[in-house]
């Protein structure tokens, strides 16, 4: 096990990680910006090192001052979270040649994942489902044409490197294809700094299900069930499950073992994500988030796995220390992401917080880092905190979840809770009658 592990992040998850560490007996290191010099993750960790100024490019992203602050504090591991450098190759090769753990797996899979193409072409060699579309990068709108023949239309162009909903666009036809193709690799051009763009089929009504995964060095792999992230804005998750209601238990089954039949022959080793689409009782793989996920809290909540303290165990190159069989999931969970944003803009709401509480009692959990007084600052992610609740079925979840978020409180700047609120008390959420394009189409009818 590691000595000393510095937390190269900030907010929520740097507390996470904290936490995890303690469980372990592992001291911490946290970094920080001029801004965060009064955030709770530097007032927790046993050790702090202030990094740069605000600008996150000068500071939280600066690899060579997060490698000198790991180096003069004796830290042996770095633990990225997620955002900021969790999925940058080089630098977890530079940790790597300095001969510091990186909290997470091998940069080869980091390459792998990192790259849309190469992980379907992972997928493939895995027998993952794939949806139909090219087989790798298409080089002009000729092309594109004469795959989106085959496939059939709608289709979806899509970045090779993309993320976050950027360098994405649908086509219904050819001419429109034709007119998309050049702007959606200029955009990933200037987005990722790579134009590749590929097509596959595009789904009506999907719904978006992720597998949690978990493997260590020496080939063992296995699944920690699944999690359903369909409630978006603009490809942006608001809110999570776990397990994913009202899915066939076929559908259920060969997802999970998909899942982990992918992780076993990529030889993949730390915790991960395998996302997927599923419409219809099909399925087909997405991509893969070689990291922590912002929603790994729901799954603890129904398996009883601390999933940070175990990726930091198996980064150690620990064996796993459960088998397939000693997961089991109890009861249901869900997550809501409560932003610094204009609940039906979405526009950023940093500033103070004048008043904040925090809802409480059995089966309610709240992930933060803020508290009365403190400063949401404009240099980062918005996020406020994740509310997250747990129940003996779905039903009970729901309305301990409404509960809560009328618990809720805080003042002074703006945030998403309120068009949650609603969210969750429209009857098509216990129906689970809802897909991924579901919020950008309700949101337009609510608000204030």
């Known amino acids: 096990m590691f000595n000393k592990v ?20 592992v001291r911490t290191v946290a970094i920080y910006s001029e801004a965060d010099r009064t955030a709770l993750h530097v007032r927790f960790a046993d050790e702090a090192v202030c990094i740069g100024p605000p600008p996150a490019k000068d500071s939280y992203l600066h690899i060579p001052a997060v490698i000198s602050a790991a180096e003069i504090t004796g830290a042996d591991a770095v633990h990225p979270g997620y955002g900021f450098l969790a999925e940058n190759i080089g630098f977890a090769r530079a940790l790597k040649s ?50 989106a023949a085959e496939v059939g239309y709608p289709v979806l162009l ?25 702007i959606t690799s200029n955009e990933a051009e200037a987005a990722f700094g790579n134009g590749a763009v590929f097509i596959e089929r595009f789904l009506e009504r999907p719904r978006h299900v992720e ?56 030889g993949y080793y730390t915790v991960g994500t395998c996302e997927f689409l599923v419409q219809d009782e099909e399925f087909f793989f997405l991509e893969v988030n070689p990291r922590i996920q912002v ?34 999931l109890t009861g249901h969970s869900i997550e809501v992401r409560i932003n610094a944003e204009d609940p039906w803009t979405f526009i950023p709401s940093p500033g103070r917080i ?14 933060a880092a ?8 404009p240099f980062y992610d918005s996020m406020v905190a994740k509310l997250i609740v747990t129940g003996k079925d779905r039903a009970a979840a729901i309305r301990r979840l409404q ?21 969750v008390a429209d009857p098509m959420f216990a129906a689970v009658d809802y897909h991924t394009k579901t919020v950008d189409s309700w949101v337009t009818t609510r608000g204030d």
């Open 98 to 147: 300095h001969g510091i753990t990186f909290i997470g797996p091998d940069p080869e899979h980091l390459a792998m994942f990192g790259d849309k193409l190469s992980a379907k072409a992972a997928a493939r060699a895995a027998g993952v489902p794939l949806l139909p579309g090219s087989a790798g990068a298409v080089s002009d709108a000729d092309e594109a044409a004469t795959v």
């Open 158 to 182: 899509k970045a090779a490197f993309g993320g976050g909903g950027k360098g994405m666009r649908v086509a219904r036809d050819e001419s429109e294809l034709r007119r998309s193709f050049g």
């Open 370 to 377: 803020v508290h009365e007084h403190a400063t949401v600052q």
């Open 6 to 25: 510095l937390i190269a992040n900030r907010g929520e998850i740097a507390l996470r990680v904290i936490r995890a560490c303690r469980e372990l007996g």
């Open 354 to 367: 004048t008043g904040y509480h925090a809802p409480g009692g059995l089966g309610v959990r709240v992930d």
């Open 211 to 266: 597998v949690q995964v978990a493997g260590d060095q020496y080939g063992t792999a296995i699944h920690l069930g699944e999690r359903d992230c369909s409630l978006q804005r603009r490809h942006q998750k608001l809110l999570e499950e776990a397990p994913a209601p009202n899915l066939d238990v076929r559908v259920r089954d060969a997802l999970r073992e998909a899942a982990v039949r992918l992780a076993e022959n990529s």
């Open 295 to 328: 929603e790994h809290p729901v799954t603890e909540q129904v398996t009883g796995v601390d999933l940070v303290a175990l990726q930091i165990r198996l980064a150690a190159g620990e064996k796993m220390p459960l088998a397939q069989s000693d997961v089991t």
């Open 403 to 423: 509960w809560a978020m009328d618990e809720f409180v805080v003042e002074g700047i703006r945030t998403t809770l309120p068009m949650q609120r609603q969210l």
